[in-house]
Every structure is written in C-alpha cells, then in structure tokens.
C-alpha cells in the first residue's frame, strides 16, 4: 500500500525559512516523479513543484521559483521541500503527491498524503 | 496560464440521482491531457479520472469523464453515500499545471 506522510510544518514569520519532509513507503520511490501541491484554508488546490523520479528535473510555477527548492533522497524514499522568503501567501496545507510515472512530464497524481500545515504570520 | 472555471459552485442532490460537473478551460488543453480528483473533509485529494476518460486504478465505473478541447465533463452516474465531496479538474498539458476552483457535490 502507497503510504506519504508529511512533516515539518508549522507556525513561521514573514521572511522566515522551512523545510517539509515527506515519507515515502509502499512504492519504488527512484521510480517516480513527486510533487508538491498546496492548498490555502478554504481555496482551492495549487501545484507548487515537482521532481522527476528517472531524470530529477526540477519545475516550478512562479509564485514559488526562487524561494522553495524540492529535492529527494531515494536512499531514504523522503522528498523534501525547502521554503525560504516566507509570505502570508505561502499559508496552507502542503501535499505531497506521487506520480504516475517516472519522468518530469509527469503530472498525473495518484497518491496523495494527508498534508501538513504551514502557517506564516508574525 | 490556462485558467479552469468549474460549475456549478454546489450541487445539491440526493443518493441515486446522476451528477455532471464541468470543467471550461481558458485556452485549449493540449492532448487532452485533463483529470478530476475528489476530496473528502481533512483528506488529500483522490485520483478518479485522468487523460480525460480514464478511470484510474480502483474507481468504480459510475464515474465517467468526457469532452475535449475546452469543455470537459465528469459525471457520476448514480451517486452513493461516499460520492459527497468536492471535486476537481486539472490541466496538465499545459504550463504551469492549473486546477480548477472546485465543484462541492453535497446531500440534498
């Protein structure tokens, strides 16, 4: 069974720095693309970054690009996002999402964890 | 950036009775490259439908997806008990990939 557990959220100022972990389990982890994928209290879902499983290609959308860094350890099946800049918008649940194939062309998610929350505000 | 409007905002209907959502996309999606996820209060979203008709692994088949280009649609055919929740579409045949506002299917 596909399991993601997420951490590493919390409460942060403006301008501070965070890093999310996500752990992966049921799944050959070196064999698929991830993302991360945020959702605001009461909003709707947006992707955030994504990484690619067979080639580690890094994508971002422009809200994001230049302040948060993915990254991947398969040695430890853990997928990690690293938010620095911090701004009230940032504030939102923050999936992780594996995908359904290797590559960072891949976008179709089939396997989403429970989220973990990231607050910023002073 | 393609944008996904959704409606209706809310869908109000009874167990049994059929539901069909749509999705409208600001500029034509490429390859049809177009999914739906459902989600359920303090879950992660659910993968139903991908690549516009494809039922992902585990979804019964009263789940159905269609369209093309611009205007794409999932219907559920007969709703049960665990069909109430909020659904999405999402664009990924272009960049970045969008998701649509949401469609909330709750109990009459």
């Known amino acids: 069974e596909v399991q993601l557990l997420e951490s590493g959220g919390g409460l942060v100022q403006p301008g501070g720095s965070l890093r999310l972990s996500c752990a992966a389990s049921?799944?050959?982890?070196?064999?698929?693309?991830m993302h991360w994928v945020r959702q605001a209290p009461g909003k709707g879902l947006e992707w955030v970054s994504l990484?690619?499983?067979?080639?580690?290609?890094?994508k971002y959308p422009d809200s994001v690009r230049g302040r948060f860094t993915i990254s991947r350890d398969n040695s430890k099946s853990t997928l990690y996002l690293q938010m620095n800049s911090l701004r009230g918008d940032d504030t939102a649940l923050y999936y992780c999402a594996k995908s359904d194939c290797g590559d960072s062309g891949c976008y179709v998610k089939d396997h989403w964890g429970q989220g973990t929350l990231v607050t910023v505000s002073s | 950036e393609i944008v996904l409007t959704q409606s209706p905002g809310t869908l109000s209907l009874s167990p049994g009775e059929r539901a069909t959502l749509s999705c409208r996309a600001s500029q034509s999606v490429r390859n049809n490259y177009l999914a739906w996820y459902s989600q359920k209060p303090g879950q992660g979203p659910r993968l139903l439908i991908y690549g516009v008709s494809n039922r992902a692994t585990g979804i019964p088949d009263r789940f159905s997806g269609s369209g093309s280009g611009t205007d794409f649609t999932l219907t559920i055919s007969r709703l049960e008990p665990e069909d109430f929740a909020v659904y999405y579409c999402?664009?990924?045949?272009?960049?970045?990939?969008?998701f649509g506002q949401g469609t909330k299917v709750e109990i009459k």
């Open positions: 999402q664009q990924y045949g272009g960049s970045p990939e969008t």
């Open positions: 990484i690619g499983g067979t080639d580690s290609n890094r």
């Open positions: 049921g799944f050959t982890f070196s064999n698929y693309a």
